[in-house]
């Protein structure tokens, strides 16, 4: 079976605490990815990430990596429940891709399973939502798509290069979107919301216009995941269409929680696209019961058929450098779970 698999998830993990304290020292960020493929492994996980250990923050990591993109302070919306905001992408001049991002991060994963090495970056769409965009850099917004598409085209061509077959985009704008007080922030910053998500999906099927025919890009989207905190609240209903209609081949879709509305906007899901149903949180310890989970893809079944259906954590356990509100044995439970669950409905 190809990805995305029955039992999958989206990518970050909490990091030892003996990493969190030498973040930096790579001999050590080998170590800790070693024991995370090996635990991957052992609950029997298909798709194996290297729990994104290198990266401070899921997104700038790579972003920041891109010429003409930097960071700066997130003046925007702040996670519920805290007054801490991660910084945000800022292009600041041309959009080029010139040098390889992440691609031995990569290698390094994908010599040291014999599962399938799953990559994660940022969707393109993080060049835009939550990034300013410098007047100077580009006064016309046409060809800054333009260059965030060719970028992506780079960037997946060097991971096909180094033999990635699995990768992913983490999305935060279309879900963010789904959120009326996104919505109207939109509008004071002179973007339209209900054009974006059609903008967003155009760019990410330019980006993927040459994704060679061996690689799977699924997209994941969130509505942020900070220290086990959320930003955006609202169903999917406003960007459905829209993002279904991306060209990507899968789709991690939180339904963890009333935040993220219904299923009934999967009924837009075009026919042999697979969602991978994110029920299980990694925001809290607590442990999913296996009744509730089927339960729940049964529920989902009644838009998109069972056999397009996958399931996994809701989001990653450690999106930032900081890690989640839950312990490491509470992580592995919940993967394990996953595991258990996707064997039962799907054996």
């Not at 989206?10 to 493929?37: F, H, M, N, T, Y």
């Not at 339209?192 to 994941?220: C, F, G, W």
Request: hydrophobic share 40%; aromatic share 10%.
């Amino acid at each position: 079976m190809k990805p995305p698999f029955r039992a999958d998830q989206v990518g970050s993990l909490l990091r030892p605490s003996w990493l969190a304290q030498s973040r930096k020292d790579r001999p050590l960020q080998d170590k800790a990815i070693l024991e995370a493929i090996r635990k991957q492994e052992a609950v029997g996980l298909e798709s194996i990430t290297d729990g994104e250990f290198r990266r401070d923050w899921w997104h700038l990591d790579f972003l920041t990596q891109i010429e003409g993109v930097a960071a700066r302070v997130n003046p925007g919306p702040k996670f519920g429940g805290t007054e801490e905001q991660p910084p945000i992408p800022i292009v600041t001049g041309k959009l080029r891709y010139a040098k390889p991002i992440m691609i031995d991060d990569f290698l390094f994963l994908r010599t040291n399973t014999k599962k399938t090495a799953k990559y994660t970056i940022p969707s393109p769409s993080m060049l835009h939502l939550r990034a300013g965009r410098a007047g100077i850099a580009y006064e016309d917004m046409e060809e800054f798509w333009s260059d965030a598409a060719a970028v992506y085209r780079d960037a997946i061509a060097a991971f096909a290069r180094a033999g990635c077959t699995y990768l992913q985009l983490d999305d935060v704008a279309f879900a963010y979107l789904c959120d009326p007080k996104i919505r109207e922030a939109c509008v004071k910053h002179g973007d339209d919301p209900v054009k974006l998500p059609a903008r967003y999906a155009q760019t990410i099927r330019e980006s993927l216009r040459d994704k060679p025919k061996n690689m799977v890009v699924a997209m994941h989207t969130c509505r942020g995941n900070f220290k086990s905190a959320w930003v955006a609240e609202g169903g999917y209903e406003p960007v459905a269409e829209a993002m279904f209609a991306s060209g990507v081949d899968a789709f991690f879709m939180e339904f963890d929680s009333e935040r993220a509305g219904s299923f009934e906007p999967l009924r837009f899901v075009p026919k042999g696209k697979k969602v991978v149903l994110g029920i299980v949180s990694s925001k809290t310890g607590s442990l999913e019961e296996k009744s509730f989970l089927r339960r729940r893809i049964d529920e989902a079944a009644k838009f998109v058929p069972l056999e397009d259906l996958c399931l996994s954590p809701q989001c990653g356990f450690s999106s930032t450098h900081h890690g989640n509100q839950l312990t490491q044995e509470e992580q592995w439970q919940k993967l394990e779970r996953v595991v258990q669950t996707a064997k039962e409905v799907w054996q």
